[in-house]
T-cell receptor, first 117, second 114 residues
Framework: DAKTTQPNSMESNEEEPVHLPCNHS???????IHWYRQLPSQGPEYVIH???SNVNNRMASLAIAEDRKSSTLILHRATLRDAAVYYC??????????????????FGKGTKLSVIP | DGGITQSPKYLFRKEGQNVTLSCEQNLNHDAMYWYRQDPGQGLRLIYYSQIVNDFQKGDIAEGYSVSREKKESFPLTVTSAQKNPTAFYLCASIDWGVVNTEAFFGQGTRLTVV
């Protein structure tokens, strides 16, 4: 399985931007980069995903390196409600295209984001 | 509303007893997953099922069992063989047929052995 590497923890001041990095040097051509976040005592929730181009939605932005071996989740203005564990995973799209590929969804330890008031 | 439901939210078990955690989804997803999460740790995959009547072991399957008799349901049994079952358990589902859709998670079951 393609794996991702993230820092264990990061801190940010409230209302400042946050850049959460993720390395995925063994990414394959059919892997989408997905980000999830997990608030305390809850299940993870989807944040954003991308394949090659940078993506924006109401929650965050995703910047993907040109070689796709790394990506960065950007929270433009951190709030206290953004304090969570953020997971970067690779989601194999090959199954949807051709029926071949890995059905595993592997989550690492993620990055614990603390937001300082 | 479509979603994925885990029950119960909290579960207490005596040592040596088997216990079954429920996971139900009405999203029409073929694939379902069980994860275990220990305090301060990430998600570790226990079992997953790509389709009805089929499932595979994940990274930490020992001491657990699953069944997938219906598309909507993927119950997890924590057996007495699991030496350290106290943890937070999460169920997820995904539609692999759509190339870029996300996984949906339940709200989790917190199991405590007393």
């Amino acid at each position: 399985d393609a794996k991702t590497t993230q820092p264990n923890s990061m801190e940010s001041n409230e209302e400042e931007p946050v850049h959460l990095p993720c390395n995925h040097s063994t990414i394959s051509g059919t892997d989408y980069i997905h980000w999830y976040r997990q608030l305390p005592s809850q299940g993870p929730e989807y944040v954003i995903h991308g394949l090659t181009s940078n993506v924006n939605n109401r929650m965050a932005s995703l910047a993907i390196a040109e070689d796709r071996k790394s990506s960065t989740l950007i929270l433009h203005r951190a709030t206290l409600r953004d304090a969570a564990v953020y997971y970067c995973i690779l989601r194999d799209a090959g199954i949807g295209y051709s029926g071949a590929g890995s059905y595993q969804l592997t989550f690492g330890k993620g990055t614990k984001l603390s937001v300082i008031p | 509303d479509g979603g994925i439901t885990q029950s119960p939210k909290y579960l207490f078990r005596k040592e040596g007893q088997n216990v079954t955690l429920s996971c139900e989804q009405n999203l029409n997803h073929d694939a379902m997953y069980w994860y275990r999460q220990d305090p301060g740790q990430g998600l570790r995959l226990i079992y997953y099922s790509q389709i009805v009547n089929d499932f595979q072991k994940g990274d930490i399957a020992e001491g657990y069992s699953v069944s997938r008799e219906k598309k909507e349901s993927f119950p997890l049994t924590v057996t007495s063989a699991q030496k350290n079952p106290t943890a937070f358990y999460l169920c997820a589902s995904i539609d692999w047929g759509v190339v870029n859709t996300e996984a949906f998670f339940g709200q989790g079951t917190r199991l405590t052995v007393v």
